[in-house]
């Protein structure tokens, strides 16, 4: 079982910045997958970014596309999500994500996941 937890999030002005941090459970962090998500009120859940467990490989949504980086930290079982030049769109809760199937294709979908945390709330004000 792994768990996943979720810091970083809170109210920001547009242009601003945030980190969002996902700490995860177990020995074998280096083995998963990592992915971030987020869900705006009255919308389906949505990808964000991924990161391949070798490799360090990332994949994008094009809506954050140059203004968000996914990183990880396998030394102390975190992935990181920096947010710059926010905007009002990007308010959403900000889901953290884990697969452990070792495929070296970047995973998109909410389904090839089988591990979330909690959610962390971004808001960003006009």
């Known amino acids: 079982q792994v768990q996943l937890v979720e810091s970083g999030g809170g109210l920001v002005q547009a242009g601003g910045s945030l980190r969002l941090s996902c700490a995860a459970s177990?020995?074998?962090?280096?083995?998963?997958?990592m992915g971030w998500f987020r869900q705006a009120p009255g919308k389906e859940r949505e990808f964000v970014a991924t990161i391949v467990w070798i490799g360090g490989r990332t994949v994008y949504a094009d809506s954050v596309l140059g203004r968000f980086t996914i990183s990880r930290d396998n030394t102390k079982n975190t992935v990181y999500l920096q947010m710059s030049s926010l905007k009002p769109e990007d308010t959403a809760v900000y889901y953290c994500a884990a697969t452990m199937d070792r495929t070296l294709v970047p995973r998109t979908s909410t389904g090839a996941y089988e591990y979330w945390g909690q959610g962390a709330q971004v808001t960003v004000s006009s």
């Open positions: 177990g020995r074998t962090f280096s083995s998963y997958t």
